[in-house]
């Protein structure tokens, strides 16, 4: 076998072991809590049923865009990003 193949086997054999100890640390450690995966569940019911129902909603603020939304934006603690028609990020 060729020092190549061999250092690509091992190298395989490294990205496999990483993968099962985080696993394995994930689980030991308990998922984390909030939203897991995209839309809170594995039935993307976008309800987290720890969360209060809420009363009302105001606008806490708005912008004008160049275009429409085309993907849900990305919300990071008070930084919104979403990508417009022509590739801005708004």
Same mark, same amino acid.
Not at 32 to 38: R, V
Not at 42 to 67: F, I, N
């Given at each position: 076998?060729? *020092?190549?193949? +061999?250092?690509?086997?091992? &190298?395989?054999? !490294? /990205? /496999? @072991? &990483?993968? *099962? ?5 994930? /689980?030991? *450690? &308990? ?14 019911? !976008? !309800? ?5 129902? /809420?009363?009302?909603?105001?606008? &806490?603020? +708005?912008?004008? @865009? ?12 008070? *930084?919104? !990003? ?5 590739? +801005? @990020?708004?």
């Amino acid at each position: 076998m060729s *020092l190549r193949k +061999s250092a690509l086997r091992l &190298g395989a054999a !490294a /990205v /496999v @072991l &990483g993968v *099962l100890l985080a696993s394995a640390a994930f /689980v030991a *450690l &308990g998922a984390p809590t909030g939203w897991p995966t995209y839309q809170h569940d594995a039935g993307r019911s !976008a !309800a987290d049923p720890d969360t209060p129902p /809420v009363a009302s909603l105001t606008a &806490g603020w +708005s912008t004008q @865009l160049d275009a429409r939304l085309h993907a849900q934006p990305l919300v990071l603690g008070t *930084l919104i !990003a979403g990508q417009g028609r022509h590739c +801005s @990020l708004v």
